[in-house]
Every structure is written in structure tokens, then in C-alpha cells.
């Protein structure tokens, strides 16, 4: 099914032309490992036609992952938070110790369940022309457009066959979502599924889609942590916070729309690094987010983990000072920003009264700062009216710290969507 604003053949050729020297080159950089001085790149993408339709962070390098192996091709499903007449593929090889040789890759939109590609919807991807890219350790590299009509919603289904794989895989852990591997070599053209016998849980060297839709009015990234990555909502179903806010956005009128990039990472905090939960939030923020295609608004729900986890920040001013640092690179690109307040965690393993009451004093800062363009609060939507230190029994998953389904649903309905 094409996007709401049909285009004969004709049409889209001619759109994705308008595009083409502005955003089809390979864009090859090494990953940011600190907060640059100065912006790299101009505040906003206006004007180029590319709209952010997913993300994934990179948050880790994995060596011999399942279906990641020499001779091997992955094919991988995303889901779409915007729709348009092309898309337009980026990779990383962000933690690889050497160059990452991408020997075919594809994008079809995805038929219902499992690895099986829609008919007449496989695309060849080209990288300055070329069927093949090597991605040198560190950098990433971005596809040139594929003229594929896409919906909001649609799965993607994003395939690559790597003939070697010599170094840790960038990957992003919590993907909750099942992707395929075909063991037997060549296998990114194939429209059947019948090859893709294994499966995986994380997301490889996948970072993002950009759509091709003028008319929509730019990107929106969540930077977050596992309760923006969606822990424990339901696999496959697509439940995490951001999904929900995707698709209220898409009930608005075109020119109001926004693409929905996810940027959470399990674990992250905003100021010290965490193994697989990825680099701080301050560090990743240049490639994680301003990087992204068109970025108009952020979202940041950080902070939780700068609390809970071992080293535990107590001082609130630590956190909040984070805060101001996110908010003034984010404006000097002319980027919204709106602050999220925590969540609640009574119960969860480490709860103490040290502990929430620096939670208590963060939100009262987001509350009552400046800073920010818009606050959303998260805490006064999903705690306990009858115990307001504590998720709401009918939002909790289980273990106290992260939402349900039903509690990331209420955290998406609790945005005013006329702030963004």
C-alpha cells in the first residue's frame, strides 16, 4: 500500500530526483567519542526532502553473534514510523576493529509475518553507484536512495549478505523484534523467505531509514534508555512508548507530521559509559541524534539509570547540569528540546530513600527549569494514585522500574502533540 498522498511512477521518479544530489552520496565519518567543541553540521536538514523513519543506537561490538557469521545474510525487520515515495539505509561499523564489506544488500517491504518480501517490492541498494561498500572500522556509511513506496507502519525489510565478518559486529541489543539469517551465502535477493532458517533478537550494523517526504515536517528523536527502548513490552508487537506516539502523530495533518526515531539504549545513562548499555548519552548525542535526518525535536528521558545503577549519582546538580548541556547543543541547532520526568521505581531491586529522593529532585528541576521548550510527565502518568513513589500497579511489567504495554501507551497518550 503506497503513502496517503498517492504518486504515479512518474511522480516518484521525479521526487526522488529532486533529492539526489543532496542525499544519495555515501557519507562515511568516524564515530563520535566525545561532545565536539563545535557543531559538525548545520542545526536542520530542511529542504533535502528526508524525513527520519526509524533508528536503532549502536550500542556495543559483539564478536561471532548468532547469524552474523562469514557467508552468511541477515535480513532484518523494522518498523516504519513514516511513510514516503523512497528510502534510504544507514549503517555502522561504530565498534568493528576492522572494515566491515557489505557484498549485497536490499530493502522489500515485509509480507505479513517471517522473512517473506511483498512481490514487485525488492530493491537493489547501491552505495555511490556500487552494489558493495566497505565500511571502514569506526564509521558508518549511508545508502544511496531506493525508490520503494512505503507507508507509516509497514514493516521494512532490510537484508545484507556479508561475505566476511572480521570483526565485533555492531549491534543494538534489545531490538524486540525477531529478524532472520540465512546461513548459506547469497541470499539478499531473494523475494521468498524459505532460506531465512535462524533467527536473532538484536539489530547489526542497521542504525536508521530515512523516508523521502517533503510535506511532512521533519524528525523527532526519543533519546532514552530500556524504559525508550521499550524493555519488556510485548516482542514483535511493536508497544514501546515512542511506537504508540508514532502513530498518533500520523493521525495529524501531513504538514504537522513527524517522523518518530528511537535513540533509546538499555542501561544508558546520561554521564558515564556502561558496556552493552553503550556510550553516555553526552558522548553518543552528536551521532545518536543531530546526525539524524531533519531533527526538529528531542525528547529526553535519561537519568534513571544515573541514579539507580552502581555508581549511583546522588547530586542532582550532576544530572540536571546534563541536562542543560543536551538542551543548549540541541538549540544551537535550532532544535526543540522537551524534558521527560522519571519514572517511578519503588520496589525495583536498589530502591532506597537516598535514591528517590535525588529522582524527586530531578523531576522537580524538569518541572520547574527553563531549559526546556515543553516538559511531558512521565511520572505523573504512570504512578500509583494510591502510592505515587511507585509505578501504577495496572503499568507495571513486573519488576517495578519498567511499564507494560499499557504503561507505555499511557506514557504516549500523556503527550501534548501540539508541543512538538
Same mark, same amino acid.
Given at each position: 500500500?503506497?503513502n496517503t498522498?498517492?504518486?504515479?511512477?512518474?511522480?516518484?521518479?521525479?521526487l526522488?530526483?529532486?533529492? /539526489?544530489g543532496?542525499?544519495?552520496?555515501?557519507?562515511?565519518?568516524?564515530?563520535?567519542?566525545?561532545a565536539p567543541?563545535?557543531p559538525?553540521r548545520p542545526a536542520?536538514?530542511?529542504?533535502?526532502g528526508?524525513?527520519?523513519a526509524?533508528e536503532?543506537?549502536p550500542?556495543v561490538?559483539?564478536?561471532s553473534p548468532?547469524?552474523a557469521?562469514?557467508g552468511?545474510?541477515i535480513?532484518q525487520?523494522v518498523?516504519l514510523?513514516a511513510?514516503?515515495?523512497?528510502?534510504?539505509?544507514?549503517?555502522?561499523?561504530r565498534?568493528?576493529?576492522a572494515p566491515?564489506?557489505?557484498?549485497?544488500v536490499t530493502?522489500?517491504?515485509r509480507?505479513?509475518?517471517?522473512?517473506?518480501?511483498v512481490s514487485?517490492?525488492l530493491?537493489?541498494?547501491?552505495?555511490?553507484?556500487?552494489?558493495?561498500?566497505?565500511v571502514?572500522?569506526?564509521?558508518d556509511?549511508?545508502? %544511496?536512495p531506493?525508490?520503494?513506496?512505503?507507508?507509516?507502519?509497514?514493516?521494512?525489510?532490510v537484508?545484507?549478505?556479508?561475505?566476511?565478518?572480521?570483526?565485533?559486529?555492531?549491534t543494538?541489543?534489545?531490538?524486540q523484534?525477531t529478524?532472520?539469517?540465512a546461513?548459506?551465502?547469497?541470499h539478499?535477493?531473494?523475494?521468498?523467505?524459505?532460506a531465512?532458517?535462524?533467527?536473532f533478537?538484536r539489530?547489526?550494523?542497521?542504525?536508521?531509514?530515512d523516508v523521502?517526504?517533503?510535506?511532512?515536517?521533519?524528525?523527532?528523536?526519543?533519546l532514552?534508555?530500556s524504559?525508550t527502548?521499550?524493555?519488556?513490552?510485548t516482542a514483535?508487537?511493536?508497544?514501546?512508548?515512542?511506537?504508540?506516539?508514532?502513530?498518533r502523530i500520523?493521525?495529524l495533518?501531513?504538514?504537522?507530521?513527524?517522523?518518530?526515531?528511537?535513540?533509546?539504549?538499555?542501561g544508558?545513562?546520561? /554521564?558515564?559509559?556502561?558496556?552493552?548499555?553503550?556510550?553516555n548519552?553526552?558522548?553518543?548525542f552528536?551521532?545518536?541524534v543531530?546526525?539524524?535526518?531533519d531533527?526538529?525535536t528531542?525528547i529526553?528521558?535519561?537519568?534513571?539509570?544515573?541514579?539507580?545503577?552502581s555508581?549511583?549519582?546522588?547530586?542532582?546538580?550532576k544530572?540536571?547540569?546534563a541536562y542543560?548541556t543536551?538542551?543548549?547543543?540541541?538549540?544551537?541547532r535550532?532544535?526543540?528540546?522537551?524534558?521527560?520526568t522519571?519514572t517511578p521505581?519503588?520496589?525495583?531491586?536498589?530502591?532506597d530513600?537516598?535514591?528517590?529522593?535525588?529522582r524527586e529532585?530531578?523531576?522537580?528541576?524538569?518541572?520547574?527549569?527553563?531549559?526546556?521548550?515543553?516538559?511531558? %510527565?512521565?511520572?505523573?502518568?504512570?504512578?500509583d494514585?494510591?502510592?505515587p513513589l511507585?509505578?501504577?500497579?495496572?503499568?507495571?511489567?513486573?519488576d517495578h522500574?519498567h511499564?507494560?504495554d499499557?504503561?507505555?501507551?499511557a506514557?504516549?497518550?500523556a503527550i501534548?502533540?501540539?508541543?512538538?
Amino acid at each position: 500500500m503506497p503513502n496517503t498522498r498517492r504518486r504515479g511512477p512518474a511522480g516518484v521518479r521525479v521526487l526522488v530526483a529532486a533529492v /539526489l544530489g543532496l542525499a544519495s552520496a555515501v557519507a562515511v565519518a568516524p564515530a563520535a567519542v566525545a561532545a565536539p567543541a563545535v557543531p559538525p553540521r548545520p542545526a536542520a536538514h530542511a529542504g533535502q526532502g528526508w524525513v527520519g523513519a526509524w533508528e536503532a543506537s549502536p550500542a556495543v561490538g559483539l564478536s561471532s553473534p548468532a547469524g552474523a557469521q562469514s557467508g552468511s545474510s541477515i535480513r532484518q525487520v523494522v518498523h516504519l514510523s513514516a511513510g514516503g515515495a523512497a528510502v534510504r539505509i544507514r549503517l555502522s561499523n561504530r565498534f568493528g576493529t576492522a572494515p566491515l564489506t557489505l557484498g549485497h544488500v536490499t530493502v522489500a517491504v515485509r509480507a505479513a509475518d517471517g522473512a517473506q518480501a511483498v512481490s514487485g517490492t525488492l530493491r537493489e541498494v547501491t552505495f555511490h553507484g556500487a552494489p558493495s561498500a566497505t565500511v571502514p572500522a569506526g564509521a558508518d556509511v549511508t545508502a %544511496d536512495p531506493a525508490v520503494l513506496p512505503v507507508r507509516p507502519g509497514a514493516d521494512l525489510l532490510v537484508t545484507a549478505y556479508l561475505p566476511v565478518v572480521s570483526g565485533p559486529v555492531t549491534t543494538h541489543p534489545l531490538a524486540q523484534q525477531t529478524s532472520y539469517y540465512a546461513p548459506g551465502g547469497d541470499h539478499a535477493g531473494d523475494v521468498s523467505g524459505d532460506a531465512y532458517t535462524g533467527t536473532f533478537g538484536r539489530w547489526y550494523y542497521l542504525t536508521g531509514v530515512d523516508v523521502c517526504d517533503p510535506p511532512m515536517r521533519g524528525s523527532l528523536v526519543t533519546l532514552g534508555d530500556s524504559i525508550t527502548d521499550g524493555a519488556d513490552s510485548t516482542a514483535g508487537a511493536n508497544h514501546r512508548w515512542p511506537d504508540y506516539l508514532a502513530r498518533r502523530i500520523q493521525t495529524l495533518p501531513l504538514s504537522r507530521r513527524l517522523g518518530v526515531l528511537n535513540a533509546g539504549i538499555s542501561g544508558n545513562r546520561l /554521564l558515564l559509559d556502561g558496556g552493552s548499555y553503550g556510550v553516555n548519552a553526552l558522548a553518543r548525542f552528536d551521532e545518536d541524534v543531530l546526525s539524524r535526518a531533519d531533527v526538529r525535536t528531542i525528547i529526553v528521558l535519561e537519568g534513571i539509570n544515573d541514579i539507580q545503577q552502581s555508581p549511583h549519582q546522588t547530586d542532582p546538580a550532576k544530572i540536571t547540569s546534563a541536562y542543560e548541556t543536551i538542551a543548549a547543543r540541541a538549540h544551537a541547532r535550532g532544535i526543540k528540546v522537551i524534558g521527560a520526568t522519571l519514572t517511578p521505581f519503588k520496589g525495583w531491586s536498589v530502591y532506597d530513600d537516598t535514591l528517590e529522593a535525588t529522582r524527586e529532585a530531578v523531576n522537580a528541576y524538569i518541572r520547574s527549569s527553563r531549559i526546556f521548550d515543553a516538559v511531558i %510527565d512521565f511520572d505523573a502518568a504512570t504512578r500509583d494514585p494510591a502510592d505515587p513513589l511507585a509505578l501504577s500497579p495496572a503499568y507495571d511489567s513486573g519488576d517495578h522500574l519498567h511499564p507494560n504495554d499499557a504503561g507505555y501507551q499511557a506514557m504516549a497518550a500523556a503527550i501534548d502533540l501540539t508541543r512538538l
